[in-house]
């Protein structure tokens, strides 16, 4: 079955800092990319994705990288702020049309 | 254009009820996948569905649960005879094609417990 595994499972850094999550997937089939960030007891919104045939995004301080031949994207948020802090999740998808989710990395930004 | 509405928001049962949860996809979507989530865990695949049809229901228990999709109304998500392991936030999210060339929405969620 699909595996998805993201690294790592906490992340506490300094505000104005950089902040690199990496997701490692093994579905050969994945072709969509997406983070999403997830508040406590709140929905999860997607922030930024990627399709398969692109290999860097850039919307503001947010931005994903692909590299498909490792099956690994990672996502890079800049300048971090206090209201950065969350749950962040990979859910790579195929045309199956299912996300499958990694399980989370608690990012926590100290003012 | 409202977003994906699910109810309830919460919802409490006894184990041995049955619990119902809705959801109402974006305007002009047909495409629905419903995912549980247990605390601290990521979102697991349930089910996903058109219109009057399950399209992959791999990720859904074979007993107690099931998943419809009508052609009018909204879709629902029904657990027979709950346990106290279903507690979990259920999410449902919506797509006007499949999810891995669009965006998927996803609702606020139906928290439930079972006590």
């Known amino acids: 079955g699909e595996n998805v595994e993201q690294h790592p499972s906490t992340l506490s850094v300094q505000e104005g800092d950089s902040a690199v999550i990496k997701c490692t997937y093994s579905?050969?089939?994945?072709?969509?990319f997406p983070w999403y960030k997830q508040e406590l007891g709140k929905r999860p919104q997607l922030i930024i994705d990627?399709?398969?045939?692109?290999g860097e995004k850039k919307d503001q301080r947010i931005a994903v990288t692909l590299n498909k031949t490792a099956k690994h994207f990672s996502l890079h948020i800049t300048e971090t702020q206090p209201e950065d802090s969350a749950v962040y999740f990979c859910a790579p998808g195929s045309n199956t049309g299912k996300l499958i989710f990694g399980q989370g990395t608690t990012l926590q930004v100290k003012p | 254009n409202a977003g994906v509405m699910q109810n309830p928001r919460h919802l409490v049962r006894r184990r041995g009820q049955e619990a119902r949860l809705r959801c109402s996809p974006m305007?002009?979507?047909?495409?629905v996948y419903w995912y549980r989530q247990l605390p601290e865990e990521g979102l697991k695949f349930m089910v996903y569905l058109q219109k009057e049809n399950i399209i992959d229901e791999s990720g859904m228990p074979k007993e107690r649960f099931s998943a419809e999709f009508p052609k009018e109304g909204p879709s629902i998500l029904r657990i027979q005879q709950v346990v106290r392991g279903d507690s979990a936030a259920y999410f449902c999210?919506?797509?006007?094609?499949?999810?891995?060339?669009?965006?998927?929405?996803f609702g606020q969620g139906t928290r439930l417990t079972v006590v």
């Open positions: 990627i399709r398969s045939n692109v």
């Open positions: 305007k002009g979507h047909s495409h």
């Open positions: 999210a919506s797509s006007p094609d499949q999810a891995s060339t669009t965006e998927a929405f």
């Open positions: 579905d050969s089939a994945s072709n969509y």
